[in-house]
């Protein structure tokens, strides 16, 4: 089993729909969860941290099950500019310097279509 | 005013050469980081500098070697280039080592002929 998978799409979703993406891990000692972006051909950049207790940001619902070592991203009201490949990335729980790896899963492409 | 900035942008060249891939950043971290994006999109870290210092060394062929002169600066130098060495090179930098803050550059595509 990979360390981090995703449903790797594409998600074709009209603008205005709601779309949500899961990431399963298999680590069970993992510590910290987080959705990057990336567009196409563009260097990825940090959407949002997942806590336990669920959070938002605008549009965006990020959650965590550890009981099932998943984490989900929930896009409302989605526009154009959704567009882009998320990746869910997964810190394992380790020690000492150089102990925080980011570990990133393959994607999920979204396309949001007039 | 680019936060990290790698260059080349586009390398293309021949199995058996040696080349560099730079990058640079001005945002004064003191981290710098190395990763791999593969035609598989997964992106894997190869390396990780803190203050000049190797942190994290990965399994990646002897052929890669990075240089960090200053804490600003971290090289890619890859030697005997392979075919398998084709991907999109990322460098990126963060205000400490513990923590998902990355900022990325905006690649390096290699091709290997």
């Known amino acids: 089993r990979k360390e981090v998978e995703q449903d790797p799409g594409p998600f074709n979703v009209p603008e205005g729909a709601t779309v949500a993406f899961n990431c399963t891990y298999s680590n069970s000692a993992s510590q910290s969860f987080f959705w990057y972006r990336q567009d196409c051909r563009k260097e990825p950049k940090l959407l949002m941290s997942?806590?336990?207790s669920g959070n938002e940001d605008g549009r965006f619902t990020a959650q965590l099950n550890r009981a099932s070592q998943y984490i989900s991203l929930l896009i409302r009201d989605s526009k154009l500019s959704d567009s882009a490949t998320y990746l869910c990335v997964v810190v394992p729980r380790g020690s000492g310097a150089g102990s925080y790896q980011l570990t990133f899963g393959k994607g999920t492409k979204l396309s949001v279509i007039p | 005013d680019t936060a990290v900035s790698q260059t080349p942008k586009y390398l293309v060249t021949q199995m058996g050469n040696d080349k560099s891939i730079k990058c640079e950043q001005n945002l004064g971290h003191d981290t710098m980081y190395w990763y791999k994006q593969d035609s598989k999109k997964f992106l894997k870290i190869m390396f990780s500098y803190n203050n000049k210092e190797l942190i994290i060394n990965e399994t990646v062929p002897n052929r890669f070697s990075p240089k960090s002169p200053d804490k600003a600066h971290l090289n890619l130098h890859i030697n005997s280039l392979e075919l398998g060495d084709s991907a999109v090179y990322f460098c990126?930098?963060?205000?400490?080592?513990?923590?998902?803050?990355?900022?990325f550059g905006s690649g390096t595509q290699l091709s290997v002929l």
């Open positions: 997942v806590y336990s």
């Open positions: 990126a930098s963060s205000p400490e080592t513990y923590t998902e803050k990355l900022f």
